[in-house]
């Protein structure tokens, strides 16, 4: 299995930009698709996007389409989420998820959060308007 440790997130501003990271350690982490969620308050978790194991193919919501970009590092381990211009709504608890697959197409629900067996603790983002 793999365990996941989110960071980076903090206090910002509408219009700001922040870059969260998520750091891997366990099995092999290119095995994994990574996707990113948030959960705001008195929300349902939601999905936020998804790369592929390589990196090479991403998949975003529209809410976060244009704004948000993810990008993995396969020898650091880590799993990035940029997020430029920065919205109130953005504010959130926001989560990493791990999902072993031979690839990202071939995961059933990859924006459904029961497809992800592995999670980080998560980091809190708080935009003020």
């Known amino acids: 299995q793999v365990q996941l440790v989110e960071s980076g997130g903090g206090l910002v501003q509408a219009g700001d930009s922040l870059r969260l990271s998520c750091a891997a350690s366990g099995r092999t982490f290119s095995d994994y698709v990574m996707g990113w969620f948030r959960q705001a308050p008195g929300k349902e978790r939601e999905f936020v996007g998804v790369?592929?194991?390589?990196?090479?193919?991403?998949y975003y919501a529209d809410s976060v389409k244009g704004r948000f970009t993810i990008s993995r590092d396969n020898a650091n381990n880590t799993v990035y989420l940029q997020m430029n211009s920065l919205k109130f709504e953005d504010t959130a608890v926001y989560y990493c998820?791990?999902?072993?697959?031979?690839?990202?197409?071939?995961?059933?629900?990859?924006?459904?959060?029961?497809?992800?067996?592995?999670w980080g603790q998560g980091t809190q983002v708080t935009v003020s308007s």
């Open positions: 790369t592929s194991r390589s990196g090479g193919l991403t």
């Open positions: 998820a791990a999902k072993a697959a031979a690839s990202l197409t071939s995961v059933v629900g990859k924006t459904n959060e029961r497809s992800y067996p592995y």
